[in-house]
């Protein structure tokens, strides 16, 4: 944290690319810039879910983003239930709470995506 309780936040937006495709897109804020990034992720098009972080994984506040039309709020809530468990949410987490960068993204992996239907003869 900084001095005097300052915002040191990791953003996370998970993104909508097509029915089987979600992308992980993140930034760690400081300060005052904190809220506009939440609020650019909050507002963005494609983002599905927001959520902001503290530097030791806790979750601040979280929810769906302009975004979360493109799938059912049944994937939402799922979404939303995985958020402290899974693999590329901790992962990108990491790379921010470490320092080593001040952005990340990468491709959601996760067991719920719609599954595709069969084709047909």
Same mark, same amino acid.
């Given at each position: 944290m900084w001095p005097f309780g300052g915002k040191d936040w990791n953003v996370v937006g998970i993104m909508y690319e097509k029915p089987d495709s979600y992308s992980i897109n993140a930034n760690r804020?400081?300060?005052?810039s904190?809220?506009?990034v939440k609020t650019r992720v909050k507002v963005h098009d494609r983002? @599905? *879910?927001w959520v902001v972080y503290n530097q030791k994984g806790g979750i601040v506040e979280t929810g769906p983003g302009r975004g979360?039309?493109?799938?059912?709020?049944d994937k939402v809530k799922e979404l939303e239930?995985?958020?402290h468990t899974n693999h590329s949410i901790?992962? @990108? *987490?990491?790379i921010l709470e470490?320092?080593?960068?001040?952005?990340?993204?990468?491709?959601?992996?996760?067991?719920?995506?719609?599954?595709?239907?069969a084709p047909e003869e």
């Open positions: 804020a400081k300060g005052r904190a809220d506009t983002t @599905i *879910l979360s039309h493109h799938i059912s709020n239930k995985v958020l901790r992962e @990108i *987490l990491r470490s320092g080593k960068s001040n952005k990340a993204a990468k491709k959601l992996v996760w067991g719920g995506y719609p599954k595709k239907s």
